[in-house]
């Protein structure tokens, strides 16, 4: 039972430069949602998605944008990279019939560095 | 503020004993969950509490929620050199739709 895949693993990035990282939900699994964590601190929520469209956001700048897919998979694209944009980005998915009483599933996450 | 504050930062133990971990928060919630990461790589998750619930077990974890003192902690009995990680509580603002919250996490080092 293949788990919340993502890629790539690390990325390194110019300021300025855009990105595009990618998620695979667990299987069976039809929203995803996009966290980020920078060192040392708990994640942070960026969006989820859900019957391809964004259903919830939290406090990031129209930069942080993304996209699901059909078959559920889904990408985060953040555009004008900042220093501060360098952290783990972290995708969970879950089934929304569950109900708000499950825990998500996380992949292992995007290294990401701006220099 | 929804968040999650999570008490102690770090926690050194030896193998056997058992661990406590502590989580405060401000807002009604409704469900508080309980997350590890290792060495900064993905989130498993561990234990989900509702807020109609005061305890939970899963096998050496023990979570307890008091919603009138707006807390929570997680006791790992029995410590292992493998539960060596981070631990972080995230919340489930009755507010805050599908978003978790969490904390900052509490620091686990058990030597063996």
């Known amino acids: 039972d293949a788990g919340v895949t993502q890629s790539p693993t690390h990325l390194i990035k110019t300021r300025g430069q855009q990105v595009t990282l990618r998620c695979s939900p667990k299987s069976g699994h039809d929203t995803v949602s996009w966290y980020q964590q920078a060192l040392g601190q708990g994640p942070q929520f960026i969006f989820q998605?859900?019957?391809?469209?964004?259903?919830q956001r939290g406090n990031f700048p129209d930069r942080f944008s993304g996209h699901q897919f059909p078959n559920y998979s889904s990408e985060l694209n953040v555009n004008a990279l900042l220093l501060g944009d360098s952290a783990l980005y972290l995708c969970?998915?879950?089934?929304?019939?569950?109900?708000?009483?499950?825990?998500?599933?996380f992949g292992s996450g995007t290294r990401l560095t701006v220099v | 503020s929804q968040q999650g504050e999570e008490d102690p930062q770090a926690l050194s133990i030896q193998e056997g004993e058992n661990a406590t971990m502590n989580c405060s928060y401000k807002?009604?919630?409704?469900?508080l969950q309980w997350y590890r990461q290792n060495s900064g790589r993905g989130l498993v998750h561990l234990i989900l509490i509702r807020s109609n619930e005061r305890e939970k077990h899963s096998g050496r974890l023990r979570v307890t929620l008091d919603t009138s003192k707006k807390s929570s902690s997680l006791l790992i009995t029995a410590s292992r050199a493998a539960d060596t990680a981070s631990y972080f509580c995230?919340?489930?603002?009755?507010?805050?739709?599908?978003?978790?919250?969490f904390g900052g996490g509490t620091r686990l080092m058990v030597k063996p």
């Open positions: 807002t009604s919630i409704n469900n």
């Open positions: 995230a919340l489930r603002g009755v507010n805050a739709g599908n978003m978790l919250t």
């Open positions: 998605y859900y019957e391809e469209e964004e259903r």
């Open positions: 969970a998915s879950s089934l929304a019939l569950q109900g708000n009483n499950y825990g998500y599933t």
